[in-house]
């Protein structure tokens, strides 16, 4: 249980250019630590839970930096803040689930140092893991959520392996709706993953939320031109207004032509350690109306396969009502 | 000291006596000494200053990490200072240029109390690294008062609206209205409140915060 | 009356210090060769200490000293201690270290190394109530305010007696009863038998409680977050092992209190006894989380209620138990408020109340703003909207019916109150509320919102006497009005002293405000904590400013003539009443106080003062004309601070979330003092009752005692974005006879009054779900709306 804030020390890399970043990964590998906004990763430090030796700030890479208008939708460096992102015309005009999401992050002072890459990358909030417990995804061999006694309402629904924590990325299942493109760069290259598959649960890979290695970089965020200016759907459900994490939120993107909804994608935060595609509803609302009445037979089938821990089962008509919302909109 | 209003004889609170240190003969301590001047040149409190908190000697920086001698733009001062690797903005203007008007009350990024803006715009400086400031223009409470003693329309609004209870979070509320302002000069009152959400009130005075940001608003 | 100053609006003198950052709270002091502590807590909530070895720690360069209990008075259990080595919660501090940099002392107290022997901990009070359940303190599980634990425990048979979700009630640690309660209820048209529990919360404070320290000539030198000023000095000497006159308390501004800062706690004087031992200034910063653990928190409750009413709606008996969940301390008497609250505010015929405070292993709990009341508040009128509704009755009126007037009498020795306008308070909020109106919007539905409206009252006694008034006329004609109330925030530092103004009548620019430092040679004053202020300190200043009065009026006719009476005071003079032209400056007056000699000018004193105002008199004895006088005002009956909050809400029944649409609190608190003072505590408290209601508690892992919120995303307080953007005020301003110039305090119940009145607009939104518990989270309303169980058992305390 930490009561500490002070940091321990570390070295301090401030690259200017990806190459230079990429060769300090390398070189520092495991004891190195990269740095975007910092509004998470100072907090483990400070907590004194993780401790790199090297520190790599990859806030003066200018190539990370910026959104940028491509041939086939928008590519948004891994660096730019979340308050660039809400305030970007491009995005609030044709991509709003993004700059929604963005806008519901912590507070506006987050969201100004915030990156849209560290957002999507930060580790879970499982209040036992971030006490420096030897839980499972710390690399001991409990779960101290997952018991009759834990206190898990802010637990996972879905895909637990052990571990039952969850994403509390708000722009994370932005993305995921968005259909979006990540790309990684590494030793070897550029890489390029689909949003769908950037985020892993604990079954791939306990100790981590995304398929990003220690030597990689995220750079950059593509989102495809296919969903620009669709039916966007985003909402938070969290105890605050301001500085909250999600019990559940949602995101979506439809697609409607001649009131009959061509194409849909539903994502939901906050009930699994990835963001989670509903694909189920999605398939019932292809080729419907998006009224109310396909809303609420879709919305009833989203938490199917549900299994809930002692104090969230609550997360079951919330995530149904959401998706509902998402479909619907809320009347 | 702190309290320059004509009803408050509290002129001289708690002045602490001073301790020598041993003298030491390295380079660099001698340049914190200077550092420790300038200092106590430019603070607003006419305290003593200073400790060399978050300053740790036996620190060897790895080949490439930063340089810890950096000059940093404060209040559209150069203030030369010696920063950590893994010191806080907040540790370094309250514990070594002795501006300890932005105050630490989470150390987590999450109350706004140690708002500052960093080419304008607003940051929690517990939660930014010092050295990730180099070369950007840092604006504190202090840096809001004019030579003549007038305040920033926000200040003065906030005593005419009487905002604060207790002050604690005050700096940070007035630097978020101050930056509201310089990007959004007519706000509405949900605009204000959006603008001000990141900052904290324990004593609820959020709705009188609000009012002397309207009132900054429709003054200035 | 007439006033001058009382009830108008004026620039407080510490404002423009808050707003440019001047303002220096303890952590904003520095001295050359400080040194910085760091504390090292307990990672277990029960523990001994068998080992502990920092040698390693010793050895880094620049740490430059360790402090352990062994080195600090020894304050016996159940009162917190400034360091142990018996650990009593997770967070509990067991040593110190100081060194020249935060960076090195943080880095020191990772190479200590201590062995624990675990101890059993609870966390439920039932649990240890039950045979043979652990004890946090070595003298029992029972702690008493200010007093010693005992064991109580209940029988195994207490326990069976009671269904698995209802409050098994054993022997209690008090109680009282008055009137014929069986009775009551056996003539009742409806009873409620309801088992509750209400969360205990942190204070979270904005600023932590850092404390600076430093030695000179034998007087140890505090800097400490204080609410209060002389209150705490004699504490804060004893914990540092000094006379009272030897420690030097400075204090001028406190960020934020609510209680946990009013009166000495051990902890802060870590800094002093470190500084004492290396010979070093030292500053302890504190850290949020550790403000979480050292910085005090709401006693919970777990409880049963039983209210019979008639069928208008008059309650004709109740019957309270409350089990206070309390900290590892001896916690504030919460339970027992709790039982004098419902009999002032509801006025049962007649009553039974029982209680025990159960000491748990978790963090010292103190009083927080309405410290019981608050909690029975939320308790009681949800309750209150459950008989009205099911007896046919207006809710409004239901509260009416039973609400106290200035006869009323209380608790089980029937107190008296001094005077009581509740009833107007309700009427004045009804009114800006318009409640006819609003109340038929009830249930009204809107897409998937529906709209709840919510009524809430609370009470907080008011006030107390007894204290000395200190004033100083200089030479120069200057008023200098010495106060040891604290700066807690609320400003009533300044506008009781405006009092001293209105005597003495003279402009409030010709007044000096001496406050804040021991140096400042301030009178004997109550902390400023228990809504105490507004009341204490009119009578306190008022009683100082007489003496001062009548002291000029008594130089005046020895100067030129006549009796006292032959004169008055006004425009910084005291002049002849027939002819006005015949006078005294007040410059001219302090130097024939500071001639004359004698109780002129302090040399002589009444005997009947503090010998902490002695010692100030004695030190401004003849540098100008002293006022100075205890308070002998009479009193009759106990002052209320009383208030009502009505709210209206619309919730969606989709999420479970809701928005604060209006909020309207309104105050009885005697004259107004201070309009804008006091519509900082209507909504302040309003917004810490938002929090109460809807978001703040304590979560505690019952495996191994860890807390789960210790920062401020996960304990709660309510953000901008969490309350209404405007906040309506009203007050009755009607003066209470006791109070020269009629005053009340306030700030407490406006807490208590707004929760009760969100979780009653709450209830209304969902057509009479009464949850029993507070907070009222989304999930519960979740759970609530899809007809799902909820996920905590009845009793259940410290849980998500």
């Not at chain 3, 009341?535 to 306190?540: I, L």
Request: charge should be negative; charged fraction near 20%.
């Amino acid at each position: 249980m930490s009561t500490k804030d002070v940091m321990p020390q570390f070295a301090l890399f401030q690259p200017t250019d990806i190459e230079n970043a990429l060769d300090l990964l390398e070189k520092y590998g495991e004891r190195g630590w990269k740095v975007a906004g910092g509004q998470d990763s100072y907090d483990w430090f400070k907590d004194r839970a993780k401790r790199p030796e090297a520190v790599i700030d990859l806030g003066g890479i200018a190539a990370l930096h910026g959104i940028r208008e491509t041939a086939d939708g928008i590519e948004i460096g891994a660096l730019t803040t979340l308050s660039e992102i809400v305030d970007s015309p491009i995005i609030t005009e044709s991509y709003g689930v993004l700059a929604q999401a963005a806008g519901r992050v912590a507070s506006p002072q987050i969201r100004n140092v915030g990156t849209l890459g560290g957002n999507l990358c930060q580790d879970t909030r499982c209040w036992y893991y971030r006490s420096g417990l030897d839980c499972y995804r710390a690399g001991g061999n409990t779960c101290y959520a997952d018991t009759p006694e834990g206190m898990n309402r802010e637990h996972c629904l879905f895909g637990a392996s052990r571990c039952v924590a969850v994403t509390p990325s708000d722009t994370a299942a932005a993305v995921v709706a968005l259909d979006a493109e990540m790309v990684i760069r590494g030793p070897a290259g550029e890489r390029v993953v689909p949003a769908g598959e950037f985020f892993i649960g604990p079954a791939v890979n306990i100790t981590r939320m995304t398929v990003v290695e220690a030597s990689e970089l995220l750079v950059a965020v593509r989102i495809p031109s296919k969903w620009a200016g669709a039916d966007f759907y985003f909402e938070k459900v969290a105890d605050r207004n301001t500085w909250d994490f999600p019990l559940v939120n949602v995101a979506s993107s439809m697609i409607v032509n001649n009131g009959v909804v061509e194409d849909i994608r539903i994502v939901c935060s906050g009930v699994e350690c990835v963001p989670k595609r509903i694909e189920g509803a999605e398939q019932i609302v292809i080729g419907s109306a998006p009224d109310a009445e396909t809303a609420d037979l879709a919305g009833g089938t989203a938490s199917r396969g549900a299994t809930p821990l002692n104090y969230n089962h609550f997360k079951i008509p919330l995530m149904e009502n959401l998706v509902k919302r998402a479909i619907r909109g809320n009347v | 000291m702190a309290n320059d209003t004509h009803q408050d004889a509290n002129a001289n609170t708690g002045q602490p006596p001073v301790f020598e240190e041993a003298r030491d003969p390295v380079t660099r301590r001698a340049f914190i000494k200077s550092v420790i001047a300038t200092g106590a040149v430019a603070s607003t409190g006419g305290i003593m200053l200073v400790s060399l908190s978050g300053c740790s000697d036996d620190a060897t920086p790895a080949a490439g990490s930063v340089e810890r001698l950096v000059n940093l733009n404060i209040n559209g001062k150069s203030r030369p200072v010696d920063v950590l690797p893994n010191e806080t903005l907040a540790m370094t203007l309250r514990y070594k240029l002795g501006l300890t008007g932005t105050k630490l009350a989470c150390d987590r990024g999450e109350c706004g109390a140690c708002t500052v803006l960093v080419d304008d715009v607003t940051h929690n400086s517990c939660s930014t690294l010092t050295h990730s400031v180099r070369g950007r223009a840092v604006t504190t409470i202090e840096g809001l008062e004019q030579p003549d003693g007038t305040l920033h329309p926000v200040q003065q609004a906030m005593i005419d609206e009487l905002g604060p209870q207790c002050g604690f979070c005050t700096p940070g509320q007035v630097m978020s209205g101050v930056a509201l302002l310089k990007n959004n000069p007519n706000p509405s009152r949900e605009e204000a409140r959006q603008g001000l959400a990141g900052n904290l009130c324990r004593c609820g005075a959020y709705d009188h915060y609000l009012n002397s940001i309207m009132r900054a608003a429709r003054v200035s | 009356m007439a006033f001058k100053h009382i009830g108008k609006n004026f620039t407080p003198p510490d404002v423009r210090a808050k707003v440019t950052g001047k303002a220096k709270y303890a952590e904003d002091f520095r001295a050359e060769g400080m040194l910085f502590i760091k504390l090292l807590a307990s990672p277990m909530p029960h523990a001994i200490v068998r080992n502990l070895d920092a040698s390693e720690a010793l050895k880094m360069d620049g740490v430059v000293g360790i402090l352990t209990a062994d080195d600090v008075p020894n304050i016996p259990e159940p009162q917190m201690p400034i360091l142990t080595n018996h650990p009593k919660y997770v967070g509990d501090p067991i040593l110190a270290i100081a060194a020249t940099s935060e960076q090195i002392a943080s880095d020191a107290l990772e190479k200590v190394v201590i062995e624990y022997e675990p101890r059993p901990f609870v966390i439920d009070p039932l649990v240890s109530l039950f045979p043979g359940g652990p004890d946090v303190h070595d003298s029992g599980n029972v702690a008493l305010f200010r007093g010693k634990a005992e064991t109580i425990k209940w029988t195994a048979r207490d326990f069976a007696a009671a269904a698995e979700n209802e409050l098994p009630r054993g022997k209690p640690q008090g109680e009282w009863e008055h009137g014929d309660v069986d009775e009551g209820f056996a003539n009742a048209a409806l009873v409620l038998d309801e088992t509750f529990v209400v969360a205990g919360h942190p204070h979270q404070s904005m600023e932590p409680r850092s404390a600076f320290a430093y030695w000179e000539n034998g007087k140890c030198y505090l800097h400490a977050s204080s609410q209060s000023h002389t209150f705490n000095v004699p504490d804060y000497a004893k914990y540092c092992g000094v006379e009272t006159e030897d420690l030097i308390l400075i204090a001028e501004f406190c960020g934020g209190g609510f209680g946990s800062k009013g009166t000495a706690y051990p902890i802060a004087t870590i800094p002093a006894h470190m500084s004492k031992k290396v010979g070093r200034p030292c500053m302890m910063r504190i850290t949020r989380a550790e403000e979480y653990f050292l910085g005090s928190r709401r006693n919970g409750f777990q409880g049963n209620v039983k209210l019979g009413f008639s069928e208008e709606g008059r309650l004709i008996a109740a019957d309270l138990y409350v089990v206070q969940q309390g900290g590892a301390n001896d916690s504030f008497p919460d339970y027992a408020n709790a039982g004098e609250a419902l009999s002032l505010v509801y006025t049962p015929e007649a009553m039974r109340w029982k209680g025990i405070p159960i000491a748990t292993n978790t963090p010292p709990t103190g009083a927080q703003r309405g410290p019981g009341q608050n909690q029975l508040a939320c308790v009681m009128e949800p309750l209150m909207d459950k008989a009205a509704k099911t007896l046919g009755v207006d809710r409004l009126a239901i509260r009416e019916l039973n609400a106290p007037d200035s006869n009323t009498t209380f608790g089980g020795r029937r107190s008296t109150l001094s005077s009581a306008y509740l009833k107007e308070a309700m009427r004045n909020g009804a009114e800006r509320f318009n409640w006819e109106e609003k109340k038929k919007q009830s249930g009204q539905r809107n897409g998937s919102k529906v709209v709840g409206i919510g009524v809430g009252q609370a009470f907080h006694p008011g006030g107390s006497s007894g204290f000395d008034g200190l004033l100083r006329i200089a030479p120069d004609g200057k008023v200098h009005i010495h106060t040891g109330v604290g700066n807690l925030g609320t400003y009533s530092y300044a506008s009781t002293s405006r009092v001293s103004a209105e005597v003495l009548g003279c402009s409030w620019e010709n007044c000096v405000i001496e406050r804040g430092d021991s140096r400042r040679h301030l009178p004997w004053n109550l902390g400023q904590f228990g809504s105490n202020t507004s009341y204490t300190m009119t009578r306190t200043n008022y009683a100082g400013a007489m003496d001062a009065k009548m002291k000029l009026l008594e130089i005046a006719a020895m100067d030129m003539g006549g009796t006292a009476d032959d004169y008055d005071v006004g425009d910084d003079k005291v002049f002849f009443k027939a002819d006005p032209s015949k006078n005294l400056t007040f410059a001219q007056a302090a130097q024939r106080a500071i001639e004359l000699g004698g109780k002129y000018s302090g040399e002589e004193m009444n005997e009947d003062m503090h010998s902490i105002t002695k010692a100030s008199v004695k030190a401004l004895a003849g540098t100008g004309l002293i006022g100075a006088a205890k308070d002998n005002h009479p009193s009759k009956g106990l002052p209320p601070a009383l208030a009502t909050t009505f709210i209206k809400i619309e919730l969606d029944v989709e999420t479970g979330k809701y928005e604060i649409l209006e909020y309207v609190g309104t105050a009885d608190c005697g004259t107004v003092v201070h309009p804008q003072g006091l519509e900082h505590q209507i909504r302040g408290g309003g917004v810490m009752g938002i929090g109460m209601a809807g978001l703040e508690r304590i979560v505690y892992d019952p495996q191994n005692g860890l807390p789960a919120n210790i920062g401020f995303h996960q304990a709660k307080p309510p953000s901008y974005l969490d309350v209404p953007p405007e906040m309506d005020v009203g007050y009755v301003d009607k003066p209470d006879p006791t109070n020269p110039v009629g005053a009340r305090g306030i700030g407490e119940p406006l807490m208590g009054c707004a929760a009760s009145a969100l979780i009653s607009a709450i209830s209304d939104a969902l057509g009479g779900v009464y949850f029993n518990r507070t907070p009222v989270v989304p999930d519960m309303i979740i759970n609530a709306l899809a007809d799902r169980p909820q996920s905590y058992k009845t009793l259940q305390v410290s849980n998500q």
